[in-house]
């Protein structure tokens, strides 16, 4: 059988571990089928073979059918496109999906074969105040770990600084800024211990003195210095009260 955790905010949930599902299975056929023709569409693609090489199902041509019914999908033969209020379901799974994986990615540092699994679930769980939240969280990010775009959302909209995130890797703290330790997502356990053996755990308050050579940071009065690879795991919230 093919992958069905294909790249790019695919999911045909059909395989890995599953999650008990929120939504009946067949409207949970329909989103995916919306979704492949979202990510088919962004590598120029509406052919419905290459649709049915992405979504594993014997009722493909019944299910668009329905879906051409209910005014989602337009199809012309064998090639397929999106309505705009299939348009509009198909944006919102996307985003809810990539958001999914940055924050997995991100945040907990999970592998691409664990947030793949979960980010398909989550696609289907999160509300809308909660995908605000973690946009919000994830300062509005505006691609995938993929490198696929993220449709923005009305929080993205609302932003007021919309580039600045409310959580960075340290290395984009500017040096003399502060900020707090949110989290911590070390490629290794032994890495992490080592890090909080110096107070780098997160709710610590740091203080960016230098850059290069390496990073140098103040955590309460003790100064640690920091290579690139190991900053790049730390993320902060900068402490913006001073500068507006
Ligand atoms: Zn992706
Ligand atoms: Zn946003």
Redesign the pocket.
Known sequence: MPNPLGPHGRCDGAGGARPPRPVVHHSHKKDEILEALWTMREDGSESLGDLAALVATTRLEEIIGEMVAAGTVVRDKDNLSLTASGETRAREIIRRHRLAERLFHDVFGLSEAQWEASACSFEHILDVTVV?AV??F?G?PSVCPHEKPIP??????D?RR?TEPLVIPLTSLKVGGDAKIIYIAPRTKSRLSRLSSFGVIPGSNIHLLQRHPSYVIRIDQTNVALEGDVARDIFVRPDNSHTH
């Open positions: 605000e946009c919000t994830l509005h923005p959302g009305r929080c993205c909209r932003a919309p």
